[in-house]
């Protein structure tokens, strides 16, 4: 039987979106994966993804990709959009920014694996392309990012 989506807590859904002003990772909410018995990709894509320069305050501009295999929590996707959309005001390297991503979904979720790419348009001639993931330590998800990550330093694009 379909489970109410309702019981699960999400207070975002249906209601009127009030957008943040500055990083606020608080917005952030789960729901149950229904599906736990097998392992499945789950991809976001954020095309318009802003954030300042923490020096000049210049605004900077990139498409953030986040893949992960959920384990017993998924982030609720209209939440997920106001986290990123509140770094329009924030000022941080695109390194930090990332890594920032990576590290508030793996508090959030506690995902099997997570990896997030921040494809960021050139400023000054120049793309920064800042890639992190993540494997629950102790399995094969923790081989399976150390793999990843080697795999992907090579030379990143963004159709990798």
């Known amino acids: ?17 009030h957008y943040r002003t500055d990083y606020a990772p608080e917005v952030l909410e789960t729901f ?3 599906h736990q018995d097998h392992d499945y990709w789950v991809q976001f894509n954020c ?8 020096i000049t305050g210049q605004p900077d501009f990139a498409e953030i990709k986040i893949m992960y295999l959920p384990a017993e929590r998924m982030v609720e ?3 997920l959009k106001l986290y990123l959309f509140s770094f329009r005001n924030h000022g941080g ?7 920032t991503i990576l590290r508030d979904l793996v508090k959030l979720m ?7 790419l921040g494809l960021f348009t050139p400023r000054g001639g120049i793309s920064i392309y800042p ?3 993540y494997g ?16 992907r330093g090579i030379f990143m694009t963004p159709s990798n």
């Open 1 to 17: 039987m379909e489970k109410n989506r309702k019981d699960e807590g999400l207070r975002l859904l249906g209601q009127q979106t």
């Open 32 to 34: 149950e994966n229904l």
């Open 47 to 54: 095309p318009e993804f802003t954030t300042l320069c923490p």
């Open 77 to 79: 996707s209209k939440s």
């Open 93 to 99: 390297f695109h390194e930090d920014t990332v890594n």
């Open 110 to 116: 506690q995902p099997k694996y997570i990896e997030v």
């Open 131 to 133: 890639y992190a993931n």
């Open 136 to 151: 629950q330590p102790g399995t094969e998800y923790e081989q399976m990012a150390r793999q990843r990550l080697m795999s």
